[in-house]
């Protein structure tokens, strides 16, 4: 198994290299990872609908050793960041991060969210600091009230859609 600081290493510069070769290839990549994890989840979060998310997320912020808390809601499942264990290993080596780093979240996870009829929004806060915030909403009005509320640094996973 690789240790995850050596695949996240990897993974950074794998995204450099796609988008070296254009942006397209990046976008693809992210969407067939999204396409693997709709294997994995569109059904548990289609019948499980926010309660499962919030299930899935717990096990994750566990098994990745993240520092963050969970918020479910009738309306939305929260995950709040506060230290992004994938992008702060990025930081803390000699290959500079990507740019786009935080986008590969968005990138697999929007077509899962879309498979299962639910309404992802992220807000990165930053792409230099490893902290975000991650909702997911059963209601689409209500995901777009709260994307047009969100201090939203930088969208570019939006050219995805």
């Known amino acids: ?21 254009g942006h397209e290839h990046l976008v693809r990549y992210w969407r067939e990872l999204g396409e693997l994890q709709k294997k994995e989840l569109a059904d548990r979060f289609r019948e499980g609908g926010l309660q499962a998310c919030y299930d899935y997320w717990a096990r994750i912020l566990k098994e990745e050793n993240c520092e963050g808390d969970l918020t479910l809601t009738a309306d939305y499942m929260e995950l709040r960041m506060d230290r992004c264990p994938s992008l702060s290993k990025v930081l803390d080596n000699d290959a500079a991060p990507f740019a786009s780093y935080c986008d590969h979240c968005m990138g ?34 209500k995901a777009a009230a709260f994307e047009k509320e969100a201090k939203l640094v930088s969208k570019p996973y939006m050219e995805f859609r």
């Open 108 to 141: 697999w996870c929007e077509p899962v969210m879309e498979a299962s009829g639910l309404y992802a929004v992220m807000d990165m806060e930053s792409r230099i600091e490893p902290h975000c915030r991650f909702r997911v909403y059963s209601d689409p009005a």
């Open 1 to 21: 198994m690789i240790p995850s600081d050596h695949f996240v290493r990897f993974y950074n510069e794998v995204f450099k290299a796609l988008e070296d070769h």
